[in-house]
């Protein structure tokens, strides 16, 4: 995400962090560029994000990614939020990702 919101900020384009204060310790996140939001949990963060985000669109990344995207996609089928969720599919990253929704659609686990 560094990179992401180096270039962002780079471009005079508006940048916020949320970030959960167990990783303001030691600089985990590395150099803030624009403005940043401290919460107490990674909960806090998600309802943050919620809040203040028009879409959501989810970048190559680990199980942090994961867990943040499926949980937008959670809330928009409980109708906590309706905004866009999308992935950047960078190099086929989410191929897979993207093949398991289909054959959960296909096996009616998931609409």
Do not use: Y
């Amino acid at each position: 995400m560094g990179c992401v919101s180096t270039a962002v900020a780079q471009h005079e384009r508006q940048v916020l962090g949320i970030i959960p204060s167990a990783f303001a310790v030691n600089n985990l996140v590395g150099e803030t560029c624009g403005k940043e939001i401290k919460v107490a949990t990674m909960h806090e963060r998600l309802i943050t994000m919620m809040e203040l985000s028009d879409a959501f669109i989810a970048l190559p990344g680990g199980f942090g990614t994961l867990e943040e995207l499926f949980q937008m996609i959670s809330w928009a089928q409980l109708n906590i939020h309706n905004k866009p969720i999308g992935v950047l599919n960078i190099n086929g990253f989410f191929n897979g990702l993207l093949s398991f929704f289909d054959h959960a659609v296909k096996q009616e686990f998931i609409t």
